[in-house]
């Protein structure tokens, strides 16, 4: 009987893990996003698709994070979500990309925590005085 016991205390303490969150959050990303607008830094100016003559697209799938500029794919990388501890206080939802990826020419070196609000996907490099991105869903 204490086997039993033993052998059902860990496969709850197993089955226990903030992993659902993460899925969800993936499943909430995933699809085409436009971009809108990309604005901080220590000037705190702004970027357009306008004034950069680009028009960006991201797209999330299970654990690929695409982005096309003009139409042409211009790098892919994995990523994860993680609850990360944010330089600006408090956890965060993070997007984390692999960093060794070499299948590009440019990479996202900087985490990024996310907020999707209605269609719109905001995206916010983790550190003090950097950029934050505004994307929206494409159909």
Do not use: H
């Amino acid at each position: 009987m204490k086997k039993f016991t033993l052998l059902l205390i860990f496969a709850v303490l197993i089955s226990c893990s903030n992993d659902d969150n993460d899925i969800s959050s993936k499943n909430n990303l995933k699809g085409k996003w436009n971009w809108i607008l990309t604005s901080g830094g220590f000037g705190g100016g702004g970027q357009t698709p306008e004034t950069t003559k680009q028009k960006r697209v991201i797209q999330f799938s299970d654990n690929t994070l695409k982005t096309y500029i003009n139409g042409i794919l211009s790098q892919t990388q994995k990523f994860t979500i993680q609850t990360k501890q944010s330089p600006l206080g408090g956890e965060r939802k993070v997007i984390v990309t692999d960093k060794s990826d070499a299948s590009t020419n440019q990479s996202y070196i900087m985490d990024q925590s996310f907020e999707i609000i209605d269609k719109k996907l905001y995206l916010r490099d983790e550190c003090a005085d950097c950029y934050i991105s505004e994307y929206e869903r494409i159909k």
